[in-house]
């Protein structure tokens, strides 16, 4: 049964191309030379934009069916498992206070031996992984022994004068850290 | 699972916090729409590639959220917001891979070169693309006939219409017969009034 709806061709026509049209995007035999349907296209703006509506439909469907497998939901699921990882790290099991307490050393020995630093920098240069660096920061933090220029980006973080002085009386080394 | 009720608003905020789940359910709306946007402006082609793209799409928008520097106030904005910035992430991925686009034929893979697909190429792609289609492709498909389900179905299944001979319902028409039926179900997909009441 035949409706106004089942034709959608601008003229009589167009009506064979939109046929072949329909065929070629979904990489059937069209049922004429391929060389006739493109001469038509190269003038005709309707059956452009019908090949490229259809086009589009014919993907649309395509990636509409493959959503429905379990294949893509797995594909899904793990992507989304990875970048919840990458957004919020998963906590650790245990901590060490030990390993902590050596990476603060290591940080305010390596501090008081380079001067102010770049937060960014802090892992590279004290050689010690991000994690560390940054509990090692809280710890030294809370203990007053930093000084932190959050004005700076990346904010630059050195050993309070007083720690510094203390640093040169330990190790010394006098004069080397100018200011 | 978050809450059926949840707007989008909060599930975006949900997925901003880690929330595996919400973050499924926003990878699930809209990977299709970022890898049809993708493909269809020709930027890039590579299923890998693209999922990658897709990937690090996701996880800026969501870092930018979780920082303060994006404030998804509107799903709307959210939605303009992640197209754009899946525009860059491409761009920034394919110019380490060295593969990105440049004008001219290389936007074209090359055995499309002289098809009419380099003849219909357009620039301006509107991201709300995928949705409209969808919305017209659920409200068409339930009207078509039962002939013209199983032919969708059987298109789905990659089965040619040469092919479908052997096909219970199929079977008697001829491969004109059925060319001139998608014809048929193309029409009414495009016929179908689109009235998208989620955006």
């Known amino acids: 049964m035949n409706n106004k709806n089942d034709n959608c061709a601008a003229n009589p026509t167009c009506k064979k191309y939109s046929i072949a049209i329909t065929s070629f995007v979904m990489g059937e035999d069209i049922g004429m030379p391929k060389e006739e349907l493109f001469e038509h296209l190269k003038h005709c703006k309707t059956c452009q934009k019908d090949l490229v509506d259809w086009r589009d439909t014919h993907k649309v469907m395509q990636m509409e069916a493959e959503a429905k497998t379990p294949a893509f939901k797995q594909n899904i699921a793990d992507m989304a498992r990875q970048i919840k990882h990458e957004i919020a790290p998963p906590m650790p099991d245990a901590i060490s206070i030990v390993k902590i307490g050596n990476a603060a050393g290591t940080l305010w020995h390596?501090?008081?031996?380079?001067?102010?630093?770049?937060?960014?920098?802090l892992p590279e240069v004290c050689k010690l992984d991000p994690p560390t660096t940054k509990d090692a920061l809280v710890w030294?933090?809370?203990?007053?022994?930093?000084?932190?220029?959050?004005?700076?980006?990346?904010?630059?973080v050195s050993l309070t004068p007083e720690e510094q002085n203390l640093y040169f009386e330990e190790t010394g080394k006098f004069g080397q850290i100018e200011g | 699972m978050p809450d059926k009720t949840s707007t989008d608003e909060q599930l975006i905020l949900l997925a901003s916090s880690g929330n595996e789940a919400a973050i499924n359910a926003l990878l699930m709306h809209f990977f299709n729409p970022l890898r049809f946007y993708i493909l269809k402006n020709k930027w890039c082609f590579d299923p890998i590639l693209i999922q990658e793209i897709i990937h690090q799409t996701i996880l800026n928008v969501l870092r930018a959220i979780k920082s303060g520097r994006f404030k998804p106030i509107a799903f709307g904005l959210f939605k303009s917001y992640l197209f754009q910035t899946c525009q860059n992430t491409c761009f920034e991925i394919l110019e380490k891979e060295k593969a990105a686009p440049k004008p001219g034929t290389d936007?074209?893979?090359?055995?499309t070169v002289g098809l009419p697909e380099a003849l219909v190429w357009s620039r301006d792609t509107d991201y709300?693309?995928?949705?409209?289609?969808r919305h017209k492709l659920a409200k068409a498909l339930p009207t078509l006939t039962v002939e013209q389900q199983r032919l969708i179905e059987l298109r789905k299944q990659g089965v040619h219409y040469s092919d479908m001979k052997n096909d219970p319902i199929l079977g008697k028409y001829t491969i004109d017969s059925l060319r001139e039926m998608m014809y048929i179900i193309k029409c009414k997909i495009r016929n179908t009034n689109d009235t998208n009441e989620n955006e």
């Open chain 2, 107 to 111: 936007c074209f893979p090359k055995e």
């Open chain 1, 140 to 156: 030294l933090l809370s203990e007053k022994k930093l000084d932190l220029d959050e004005k700076k980006r990346p904010n630059i």
């Open chain 1, 110 to 121: 390596c501090l008081g031996e380079n001067g102010p630093l770049p937060l960014t920098a």
């Open chain 2, 128 to 133: 709300f693309d995928y949705d409209d289609k």
